[in-house]
């Protein structure tokens, strides 16, 4: 809850609130998703649900958004390769969930995220999105 709360304050503002719901519960679907499919045909484990993989989603998702306007996220790589690594080295984490949470944060970011157009005086002219539904 900490993670959200830290990293989901700066995400809902950069991407607003309707975007930054999506970023997650896509992210949450896709983590479920990928766990599911990790796990089929094993009877010793259950799927996750995709909480913590929301997160990861989000995390990756700021790191899209910086990465894509040029803004250092080295700090970003650094947590999210951190926190994987914790999740290898204990056997109860999910990590195709985390995983999975990550590539959909970062893939719908990439898509939806915003996408700021600078003019040639450097002021800020529109947010155009690679695809703009449902946030027409």
Known sequence: ??????????????????????VYLMSAFSCALASLWSK???RDSLPSVGAS????GVMAAMLVFRWRHGIPCAELWLMLLLNLAVGLMSPQVDDAGHIGGAAAGALTS???????VWSLGGMLIKDVPIIRWPFV
């Open 1 to 22: 809850m900490y993670s959200l709360w830290y990293l989901g304050r700066p995400a809902e503002r950069v991407f607003g609130p309707g975007r930054f719901l999506f």
């Open 40 to 42: 089929r045909g094993r």
């Open 53 to 56: 993989g929301g997160v990861f």
């Open 110 to 116: 990439f898509l939806w995220g915003p996408r700021w």
